[in-house]
């Protein structure tokens, strides 16, 4: 290596160190690395855990993708793909849009719909044919084109919360966000404390606040019952993002681990602030 390219590379290898520690210092984990899903593990409906049917789940230019051009039909085929380790107090950060067609045989409420879902079961309790994974889901919806149509709603198979201090039963809740049509970047925030209180944020805006997540309900098929143990109160789980036969990308999806600040109301509610001025 040529003395001046050795200079270069060196610095830039200096520059890049110097990034990393950066976001360490900063608190914020990068969920996905914009190269490759290492550490995620798929799971797909009909299929064995990490069978990536068809290439659905895939990076491209720094972008992780859900696609459907392996597919001849949905056939619903659910899929999710799931962050190697659990959370249980955190801010989660997803920048997505989606874009193309619906695959042929989606579900017609799966028009433009994906999600983030949130204390979810590991993947490896879920049965081959299951559908979703119990868990409290941060839906993702694109505009039609035409209708208004929220998006950072909840969803909840095999789940239930409390609104208002009332048990909420109905599969989803729709939030306060407004509609995003197109191809646009959307930020979805997902603050989660436990088995306490959970806040979804659309591009800064909180739309939707509930508490008390926990096992039970339906709109969830083919589990094992020995996971699905209702009434327990969900305390931590699995992140997992998810294909149901609309084409979605996401650009970036970070963490910021509450855990070291949790139980110091003082220290929480400080780190909160300065989160909310990023």
Request: glycine share 10%.
């Amino acid at each position: 290596m040529k003395p001046i390219f050795l200079k270069t590379f060196l610095f830039a290898s200096l520059l890049l160190s110097g990034l990393n520690l950066s976001a360490q210092k900063n608190g914020w984990i990068n969920l996905f690395n914009g190269k490759d899903l290492k550490d995620w593990t798929v799971k797909i409906a009909k299929h064995n855990l990490n069978d990536n049917y068809a290439n659905t789940f895939r990076v491209e230019n720094g972008v992780m993708k859900v696609s459907y051009d392996g597919y001849q039909e949905f056939d619903q085929q659910y899929g999710h793909i799931f962050y190697k380790k659990p959370f249980s107090t955190y801010l989660l950060r997803v920048e997505y849009r989606f874009v193309g067609e619906q695959v042929k045989g989606g579900e017609g409420w799966a028009l433009r719909n994906s999600g983030a879902m949130l204390h979810g079961q590991a993947p490896e309790t879920m049965l081959k044919d299951q559908d979703f994974p119990i868990s409290i889901e941060g839906q993702l919806l694109g505009g039609d084109g035409i209708n208004p149509r929220p998006t950072g709603n909840v969803c909840t198979p095999g789940t239930t919360i409390f609104v208002n201090g009332k048990l909420f039963t109905p599969h989803c809740l729709d939030s306060q966000s407004k509609t995003y049509h197109g191809e646009q970047w959307v930020t979805a925030e997902f603050l989660v404390l436990g088995d306490s209180i959970i806040k979804h944020i659309v591009n800064k805006d909180t739309v939707l606040t509930y508490t008390k997540p926990q096992i039970g309900g339906g709109n969830v098929a083919n589990f094992d019952p020995k996971v699905k143990q209702d009434g327990k109160a969900l305390t931590g789980g699995y992140i997992s993002l998810q294909s149901e036969s609309h084409p979605i990308e996401f650009r970036k999806v970070m963490l910021f681990d509450l855990a070291p600040y949790y139980q110091d109301k003082k220290k929480l509610e400080k780190i909160l602030a300065k989160l909310r001025e990023e």
